[in-house]
């Protein structure tokens, strides 16, 4: 692991704790979006988008808590591929979200940056460096 990244790891697992907070609140706040892009064949798209948002928010603050960081970073993984047909369903269908560029770059970043998520959550799976050394 890059030392800049182990160096700022306690920083960096707040800044996907929180975006995931804020990602779930959104997931109330504005709903239409999401709901826009949950692919058809799911049925309840709106409760799904709310069951989501819940989930987004119990994880990302579970990231917080150093009794429960582990399993809350194996939700988030499984999240992350859980929610993954619905930016390919937006990819594949052109669903237009308002304030997200409609281009064919934005798509071609947005589907290999959920692996970039998965890996972040995936990186919390495990003690830090320096707790499994001294273990």
């Known amino acids: 692991m890059p030392q800049f990244l182990e160096q700022n790891r306690e920083t960096l697992r707040g800044v996907l704790a929180v975006c995931m907070i804020v990602a779930g609140v959104l997931h109330f706040a ?12 799911l049925p309840f798209p709106t409760a799904l988008v709310y ?4 989930i987004e928010i119990a994880l990302g603050i ?18 992350f591929i859980a929610v993954y ?5 937006m990819a594949v269908n052109h669903i237009q979200i308002d304030g997200i560029p409609d281009a ?11 692996f970039v998520l998965i890996a972040w959550a995936y990186w919390y799976t495990r003690p830090a460096a320096q707790e499994s050394a001294s273990s």
């Open 30 to 41: 504005a709903t239409a979006p999401f709901v826009k892009i949950v692919p058809g064949f």
């Open 51 to 54: 069951i989501s948002g819940v």
């Open 62 to 79: 579970g990231l917080l808590i150093p009794a429960v960081q582990q399993l809350s970073a194996w939700g988030l993984v499984a999240l």
């Open 85 to 89: 047909p619905a930016n390919i369903n």
């Open 104 to 114: 064919w770059w934005v798509q071609a970043i947005r589907l290999p940056f959920q």
